[in-house]
């Protein structure tokens, strides 16, 4: 009540009706609508650095990811249309169209996407074609590769992902998942536990669709008849498991399962999908529950008089080591749940291998099959004392690890049988984790790095001589194999980016545009290092390690050069499916030129290219809405009470203001950060504003009064009686002031997110004659471009931006516009030729902004 | 308890419960109904600044208990959360002037921040319209 009585009083002080107010309501309004804009913004730079990195990494995702997260995108960019309309009252009625024609295209990718495949339920592993770790998850996938390579593999078919996800939905299971992941939010260990366990139970009681049932147990039974003894394993293939999330043991495998068994078999797998420790490895490598999918591999069972796991080098050696073969008599479950100790073959990686030494183990029963299942055998001192492999069958199988690490471009991990025929056969081949050096870099070279920090954008090493983007330089002139060096990561740079090397900025996150396009691209990219454009020097060699997060002086050869462990560790790219096409629309950038005729929602032919678009837009809104304000402000203004050329009103649109402000507004009550730091500026008692300043006669006599260059005989502070407006939030400014002759405008946001950080700036206009006016901006152009603006001038037009600084520097660069708005104040008198620009940038530079000394002598003429 | 009413809508019993009482337990002043009708009803006896909607739910579905919502009562800000998400439905609903549209699971701090915000523009509008939220303090 108390509250409400104050807003009346305040209305009736300021002599303003409901009109006024309701201007600032609706004022509140847009810039709130403009704050959801940068926030919806971030997020579906997120989703796109999401989409990116997991492509990125092959084959680790299914179509149901790359679906979800359209969704999610969809709604974020179709909201910041919204959201800028609302703003602008509706002058971008053209974007919608073009949001609905990019979500046609992406809807006809994704439901071709599975092509031939759709609603296929269960698929012989000779069937599987390259790229299609999506729907048979990876471990199927490989074998199936290696089947196809004309290596021994038992026979198999797999039960698809688009059967789990038949299965899930004809159970209700799926979309209770999703609720559940909500409800066990920031829960217990415990209650993960609990939750699991019941979400398992529920999984091995749910039916399966009857059409999935049914093709399931017919495959199952043709199958066992292949299988030793008429059985049949089954084993987990997510997607995603066995890549560089190896999963390795938390999914399950269940061998000599009868045929008619096969159906609570395939839950029984399924259900390992939510084990509470797989649960809790999904949420440690940030891989979401509800992402997970899961395929079955079913297998004719094999019988085996020996079996074990094979590195195809010292997972310990840094890529140097033996290979090394572990080995059991029968089957080798124990030995994969470190229940035996095995025999160990050591043979040098050679072709042909040559075995090193052969040391036997503690092995004392076997694990062998029965009719119904499996079954324990103690071993009598005969089955100890024969090795599980002869030395020839030991070769044999190292030259196969061989051959299969040759064609994975990695070191494996194998899981192999020898059958009772003495037939060798590869069961499972994953990437194999070596340590000690790590994948694609070398061990950090002698030389003292330049500079050490950032985030690495897309990592990887390269090296050339360095192009420091400056404003003199031009794009055009960048050399081909060149390191890119720029102060931001505009994507005003993509152009430069396929020729390049490698990429240093001194500001910008791994969620930018450009970091997306050099991800895009391939190009070794760090940002936000903080001072690349000082301490390196244009045509200075440079070798980038963005992995490694390190910029080293000349070229590093031990970076740069071929290197084995990087051949060794890089998984070969797998062929993109169809449906890879879907996320291009999602992702590329091709509107990077905000001045280019192109730049219109017309040529909008992705997601990224409308949010690119609308943000810009944005910007550009906002200004228009400070200008509107400036020149009909309403009611809710406020003024400050503070000794400046012109008076200064302030309008809150939120906690801008201390909270309690009465008719007067006093500088140390504005809150707002970056209105704060302005005013600081404005204020500054270095810059004497109020003083004489020389003039020379010629730009005298060419402008209309002399009374402005001296202050009013009357004491009063004021430019021809006009009114300056800053409208504040907490986090945000606009600044509009139309004094005397010239316009200034200034348009920023500046608080945590740094990503949303910017200062737009624009100056245009002066008394005095037209030539005078335009040196003036060029002043005023040299003065912004040595902040770090980037600028463009026109004539007497200057406008500058500058974004994603953290916020400290942020503040620092509008404290200094504000000294700069009052030293170029009138200025256009001065203007008497082009030396004088230099001379008062040397003057500013100096902080003589008063221009107190050599007055005479130091003015050129 | 906060200064402002929620209504949480979600015909799944177990979560909607769940919801309301974390709501609560971070002292946000939230009530739930299993449904669309009880929605509307329940706007009708009881005022709520923010309604935190599911979208498929048997007989009145989330989008059409948002246009129903928009009509009797402008004034009221919508969220839209869903486990079972699609482009169509996300495009519908902002189209209908839905505050956000949230795909299952989010973060119960990132879906208060969103209530607060919804809450935020709530005022606003109310100063724009003559219709501000009742006085509580």
Not at chain 1, 228 to 240: E, N, P, W
Not at chain 1, 769 to 791: H, K, N
Request: charged share 25%.
């Amino acid at each position: 009540m108390v509250k409400r009585l104050g807003k009346i009083l305040h209305r009736l002080v300021n002599g303003n009706g409901g009109g006024g107010n309701r201007a600032h309501s609706d004022l509140k309004l847009r810039f709130r609508e403009f704050k959801y804009l940068l926030r919806a913004n971030n997020e579906v730079l997120a989703i796109i650095a999401e989409i990116e990195q997991q492509l990125a990494e092959g084959g680790q995702v299914g179509l149901d990811f790359l679906r979800s997260r359209y969704i999610a995108a969809s709604a974020k960019v179709y909201k910041m249309i919204r959201h800028l309309n609302y703003i602008s009252a509706g002058r971008y009625p053209l974007l919608e169209g073009a949001f609905h024609r990019i979500r046609a295209d992406i809807d006809q990718i994704l439901e071709e996407g599975g092509g031939s495949r759709s609603g296929v339920l269960v698929l012989p592993l000779e069937d599987l074609e390259p790229g299609e770790a999506h729907l048979a998850g990876s471990k199927a996938s490989n074998l199936a590769e290696l089947s196809r390579a004309g290596l021994p593999v038992p026979e198999g078919f797999v039960v698809t992902t688009e059967a789990f996800r038949r299965f899930m939905e004809f159970s209700g299971l799926g979309g209770q998942l999703r609720q559940a992941v909500m409800i066990l939010e920031g829960s217990s260990l415990g209650e993960v536990e609990d939750f699991s366990r019941l979400l398992q139970q529920k999984i091995l009681d749910a039916p399966l669709p009857p059409e999935l049932e049914k093709e399931l147990s017919e495959a199952g039974r043709r199958l066992a008849q292949l299988g030793a003894r008429g059985l049949i394993s089954l084993r987990s293939s997510a997607v995603g498991e066995d890549t560089q999330s190896s999963f390795a043991g938390l999914y399950r495998s269940l061998l000599g399962v009868p045929p008619a068994q096969a159906a609570s078999a395939y839950r029984a797998v399924v259900a390992a999908l939510y084990a509470p420790e797989a649960v809790v490895y999904r949420r440690r490598r940030g891989l979401l529950d509800q992402d997970a999918e899961m395929a079955v591999l079913v297998q004719a069972m094999v019988e085996p008089k020996a079996s074990g796991v094979m590195y195809t080098t010292d997972p310990l050696g840094g890529g140097k080591g033996p290979l090394l073969i572990s080995a059991v008599r029968g089957l080798g479950q124990g030995l994969v749940e470190g229940s035996v100790d095995p025999d160990l073959y050591r043979l040098e990686r050679r072709h042909p291998p040559l075995l090193l030494d052969y040391a036997p183990g503690g092995q004392g029963e076997s694990l062998g099959l029965a009719a119904q299942g499996l079954s324990r055998n103690s071993l009598d001192a005969a089955g100890r004392e024969e090795p599980p492999l002869s030395e020839g069958q030991a070769l044999e199988l190292a030259r196969l690890g061989l051959e299969l690490e040759e064609r994975f471009a990695c070191p494996q991990d194998v899981e192999w049988a020898l059958t009772g025929h003495g037939r060798l056969v590869i069961l499972q081949s994953r990437p194999l984790q070596v340590l000690a050096a790590r994948c694609g870099e070398a061990a950090a070279p002698e030389v003292e790095p330049l500079l050490v920090g950032g985030h690495t954008a897309r990592p990887g090493a390269g090296a050339g001589p360095a192009f420091v983007v400056s404003p003199d330089a031009e794009l055009k002139d960048f050399p081909d194999g060149g390191v890119l060096v720029a102060r931001s990561s505009s994507p005003a740079l993509a152009a430069a980016l396929p020729r390049a090397a490698a990429l240093v900025t001194d500001v910008g996150g791994v969620a930018g545009h450009l970091a997306s396009l050099a991800r895009e691209m391939g190009v070794p990219a760090l940002v936000g290092i903080g001072e690349a454009t000082k301490l390196i020097t244009n045509g200075q060699v440079i070798t980038v390690d963005a992995g490694a997060k390190r910029v080293y002086p000349g070229q590093v050869a031990e970076l740069t050069g071929p290197e084995p462990s990087t051949a060794l560790c890089r998984p070969r790219p797998a062929p993109a499916p169809y449906w890879h096409q879907a996320a291009g629309l999602i992702n590329k950038l091709n509107l990077t030129d905000p001045h280019s005729p192109r730049f219109v929602p017309a040529r909008c032919a992705t997601f990224h290219d409308i949010i690119r678009y609308v943000h810009e837009m944005s910007f550009k809104e906002m200004f228009r809405l400070g200008d509107e304000v400036g020149r009909d402000p309403g009611g809710g203004a406020l003024r400050l009470e503070a000794v400046l050329p012109f008076e200064l009103w302030f309008i809150d649109l939120g906690d801008g203001l201390a909270p309690g402000v009465g008719t007067a507004l006093k500088p140390e009550q504005i809150v707002s950060i970056p209105g704060a730091a302005l005013i600081k500026g404005l204020m500054d008692p270095a810059v004497d504003w109020n003083r004489p300043r020389p003039v020379s006669l010629k730009g005298l006599a060419s402008v209309f009064s002399a009374s402005l260059l001296t202050p009013p005989k009357d004491g009063q502070v004021r430019d021809m009686g006009q009114r300056a407006y800053a409208i504040v939030s907490a986090e945000y400014l606009n600044f509009n002031c139309r004094v005397g002759y010239h316009f200034t405008a200034l348009d920023s946001f500046c608080g945590n997110q740094q990503n949303d950080n910017y200062i737009s700036f624009r100056f245009h206009g002066g008394a005095a004659t037209e030539d005078r006016r335009q040196l003036r901006a060029e002043l005023i152009q040299r003065l912004l471009t040595d902040m770090g603006f980037s600028v463009e001038r026109t004539g007497d037009q200057v406008s500058a931006f500058i974004k994603k600084y953290p916020a400290e520097l942020m503040l620092g660069l509008l404290e200094e516009l504000g000294r700069l708005i009052l030293f170029t104040r009138q200025m256009d008198m001065l203007m008497s030729g082009r030396p004088m620009v230099d001379w008062l940038a040397q003057a500013y530079a100096a902080k003589n902004y008063n221009l107190a000394d050599g007055e005479e002598e130091g003015e050129p003429q | 308890m906060s200064s402002f009413k929620v209504l949480v809508v979600d015909d799944e019993r177990d979560f909607l419960e769940s919801l309301v009482r974390r709501l609560q337990r971070r002292s946000v002043d939230a009530a739930g109904v299993t449904s669309g009708e009880a929605a509307l009803e329940h706007l009708e006896r009881e005022k709520a600044d923010v309604v935190v909607l599911d979208v498929k739910m048997p007989g009145m579905n989330g989008i059409e208990a948002l246009r129903q919502i928009k009509q009797c009562h402008p004034e009221v800000e919508v969220i839209l959360l869903t486990g079972h998400a699609s482009v169509e439905s996300g495009v519908e609903g902002l189209a209908l002037e839905a505050f956000d549209y949230l795909i299952k699971p989010v973060k119960l701090d990132e879906l208060i921040e969103r209530i607060m915000e919804a809450f935020d523009r709530r005022k606003v509008v109310g100063e724009l319209t003559g219709s501000p939220p009742p006085d509580q303090s």
